[in-house]
């Protein structure tokens, strides 16, 4: 036997030596392989390519408001109205989703506190839950969030991320973006702040409708914001669109958006604008 062998033999004989599997994260742009201790502490954020990775609603929260911030309760709605399956019943894809890494009742999620002790509502969309879809539940938060904003005579932030609106819920889902739209009048109309910041993706019915409606609209860098998809459009029109037209800096570019925030200033960035917006007897 070799020195080769017997030294390969002492090795196999000590055990294989155990590796988390969560160690390491890919990222989804560059390929670039990260601790994933080293991606959470640089807020889900590439080092070398600075992609900004898709967050959980939970990881939003504590990412922008100072500690000890308040959850809001969900609103109840009715979980299937209409009945609905296809592959699956509605109701077994909400619990799955429910069940998942970052349990919640649903696609918006919300919180009173502040930021940098700016008082706000904060409302973060997780496209982790059912593609962050718009259906009534997400509407009626919308509406409960907007509803305390004005009673707390405070600024009312939205984080978006959502495919559009929720398919299984029909024209009811669709009913929720004239619902929203209506719910940020009456901000405007109170004189309170409504910001919005656009997150990959931002899509569908709720571009639409309350994504684009904010006094000020952020967006984070390279996120996809639009209406219908980039094939969609051109199969329509029958032209090659430009490239990277649905990201945040194409239109900030072309004046759709105000700014383009990286993650990293963004609650600094709102900060300021909380305290710039504000009314002036809640300054």
Not at 118 to 142: K, T
Request: aromatic share 6%; charged share 20%.
């Amino acid at each position: 036997m070799s020195w080769l062998t017997r030294v390969r033999a002492s090795l196999s004989a000590l055990g294989k030596r155990e590796t988390p599997d969560n160690l390491w994260i890919k990222c989804p742009n560059c390929g670039e392989m990260l601790f994933t201790s080293d991606y959470a502490a640089n807020l889900s954020v590439c080092p070398r390519c600075q992609h900004h990775g898709r967050i959980s609603a939970e990881a939003r929260l504590a990412q922008l408001l100072d500690p000890g911030y308040t959850l809001l309760p969900p609103p109840q709605v009715r979980a299937d109205p209409l009945k609905f399956r296809d592959s699956k019943r509605y109701t077994d894809r909400l619990k799955a989703a429910r069940a998942g890494r970052n349990p919640q009742a649903d696609a918006l999620t919300h919180a009173t506190g502040t930021i940098e002790r700016r008082r706000l509502v904060l409302g973060v969309q997780d496209f982790g839950f059912m593609g962050g879809s718009m259906g009534m539940a997400v509407g009626a938060a919308f509406v409960a969030g907007a509803s305390r904003a004005l009673a707390e005579r405070c600024g009312y932030v939205i984080v978006t991320a959502a495919g559009g609106a929720r398919m299984q819920e029909g024209i009811l889902s669709l009913m929720q973006m004239p619902r929203t739209t209506v719910a940020v009048r009456r901000l405007h109309a109170a004189g309170l702040p409504y910001i919005v910041v656009l997150t990959d993706p931002t899509t569908g019915g709720v571009t639409a409708s309350y994504a684009m409606l904010g006094d000020v609209q952020i967006a984070e860098p390279g996120a996809l914001i639009g209406f219908a998809g980039q094939r969609v459009i051109e199969s329509t029109i029958r032209e090659k669109l430009p490239e990277g037209f649905q990201r945040a800096e194409y239109l900030h570019a072309h004046g759709m958006i105000d700014m383009v925030v990286p993650r990293s200033e963004l609650r600094a960035t709102l900060a300021g604008l909380l305290d710039y917006l504000a009314p002036a007897e809640a300054a």
